[in-house]
């Protein structure tokens, strides 16, 4: 039983991981560019989520505010701090995008005080016992089961609609996709809107979990993520998404075994040191 | 008549795709050969396996006799090629000087350790100057490759590669890019070199030039080696000229 | 006079420490976001050693060999890797070294190693000591910039491949990049332990990471009296104005944001186009003048 138990929470952390290093590896796709400062806007979403039900008490108003509101946000970050660097060498958005994320941690302290916010009353609270003494928390069903939604929903919209082609096309071959009409801004702007919100949603949820938000609640799962896109093969979705899973349950079980070697948030580098040591594309890395 | 190069029943793949197929090439002492092809016949890749940048499945280089298959670049490099790409990838920090002087350096930077201790680079100049001469470029030896035109920039990848003193120098479509007249001034300049005693390997596209400073052609396509020999011959075989189907600059 | 000598301690660790980071990302064009381990290596060495009776100076060679060791292996793994998997992969570096720290009683776990005896020099010519540490590897950073070795970094800087393709190994060179750099950032470690007199996990994470790569990216990538400035600056600043201090971590991400915005290649960039440009404006003048 505690394999299983184990192997659950792996998914569900697992999840979480996916939804944050989507954004970052749309972006990365796109722009080539390590999009550090994705973190904050995950962390945004948790801050929006916990003040907007709070006040008007409805846990899903909150959610689409929030990955609405983040969605822009994300968009606005693009314009403001990408854009006028994508002529400079790579170092220079990414010490930017760092710049950025610190940056953002610390006007959340400021904003918001340092010990964080929590949920007046917290939704879904209860849980539900699959088996004798195994018992599922309802907010950890609705982070599997949105996370499983919102990734179909992307792969409906960028396998079936005209945006999503576009938006493929963009990314594997940008003057042949705007040779053919499609407005490369647009899509840039989309990118940023949809990982952006994916973002908050991961935010809401881990606010869900923990019944807290606070300031630095970004920077490991920042880091696990950009370990994440690396090992899924920098700018490959399937990758990303199989190299979030993968170390969900990775963490999970590793942490009972050498948690006491390592400590649970380094098990994440040292999988991604060891695997590009073998594969220095990542696990679904195109050719270097 | 020494034998510079013997390339042995190399094979590359690619996943599912052949892109070279058991090709055999001898190139000897002082021949100026003209390797051609249509698109997609393989031509970068053996290319890339001649300087170790790919590895082939199957089969051998020699250098000189040297069996250099499993040799990494920097080593065949030292042995003796020298490679001038197609796509022009000069130093931007630094001057078309420095640029060839660190050619030059090659017993100075052999062994990295040493290579600290050593701050004298006025030998290197003045070979570097000599080299740039050369090939034409004597009047802008101080700028940067940034504000150059790219006639200018294939010739500096050419001195760069004659810095390292080749046995074998291999050009890899130096004259694609270029206007009619620059790609005939570069054309000459290799014809010269060859002419100092240089061997070389050329793969172009550029037939009409080929045609004029080449006096032996190596034909590939589809990977496979197609035809080898004098130009006329080469030209008027066949087999190449379905091959080019639709090319009419011979 | 005390606080003075303090200040100035602190400055000429943060140079050499800086100075470190530029030999392998500035010379070398080797990224590392993970440059504070071997601070952390250098120091959690020279303390342990020093706690054990063994004589400050001694600590410094053996904190030096452990932060080259390090740095040897992290060389050796990116070699495989480049730009942005290396980016990462020295980030990943910096946390697993905190990470096993963190989690091992032997380094103290995560409280860490206090009461470090002080370096048996006073303060005075402790602070000596490290300016002329400082001092020393910022003459040997220039002269290896006009030496061969200097060029070849350079090149493999401004573009690997062609470097390889002119017959230069450049692994070995990129490996040597890193173990003088690391070990000297060892160096710099044990002068930090006997300085602040207390280490922990938290000293050596990824915000001092940044911190390190800020002083060498404000200063100027590559330029060594850039990064003297620019760490000099930085590593004071938070203690003489206080507002800084207080707001320190928005301070350095704000001026870093605005560096890459509007002068990436630092102080030391801003300098050379501004003194080109006045040259520029004197020749035209002089110009107009005949």
Redesign the interface.
Known sequence: MLYLELFIQGFVQGSIYALIALGLTLVYGLLRILHVAHAALFTLGGYIGVIVTNATGSFTLAMVVAMLVVGFAGMLMYKLAYEPLLSKPPYVSLIASIALFIAAEEIFRIAFGPYGLSYQTPPLQGQIELFSDFYLKYAEILVMGLSVVLLSALAWLSMRTRTGVAWRATVTDPDMARAFGVKIQNVRYLNFFIGSSFAAAAGVLVALLNNLVEPTMGSVPSYKALAIIVLGGLGSIRGTLIAALLLGILESFGTIYIGHLLGRDAIAFAFLILVLMVRPQGLMGGKL | MTEILHVSGVTVRFGGVCAVENVDLRINDGELIGFIGPNGAGKTTLMRVI?GIVQPQDGKVFLEGVDITNKA??QR??AGLA?A?QIV??????SLL?NVA??C??E???H??K?????D?SSEHNRARALLTRVGLSHVVKELPGTLPLGYLKRLEVA?ALA?NPKLLLLDEPLAGLSQKEAASLADLISTLNADGQTILLIEHNLREVMRICPTLYVQDNGKSLAFGKAEAVMSDPNVRNAYLGVSHA | MSYEITLLTTMAISVLFALSLNFITGFCGQISLGHAAFLGAGAYTSAMLSKAGVPFLMTIPAAALCAAVLGAITGLASLRVRHDFLAITTMGVGFLFVGIIRQQDFFGGEIGIAGIPGSGFGKVRFMLICVALAFTFAAFSLYVRRSWMGFVFKSIADNEDVTRVLGIDVSRYKLIAFIIGTGTAGVAGALYAHHFRFIGPDSFGFVESISVLAMVIVGGIGSVWGVIFAAALLSVLPMLVQFIDDYKLLFYSALLFSMMRFSPDGIAGLCTRLSSSISRRTTESDGNKR
Do not use: E, V
């Open positions: 300087t670049t920097h490099i030292r490679l790409q990838q000069p130093l931007r920090a630094m420095d660190l050619a350096g090659g100075k930077t052999h990295a350790l290579s600290m201790w050593i701050t680079i760069r390292l």
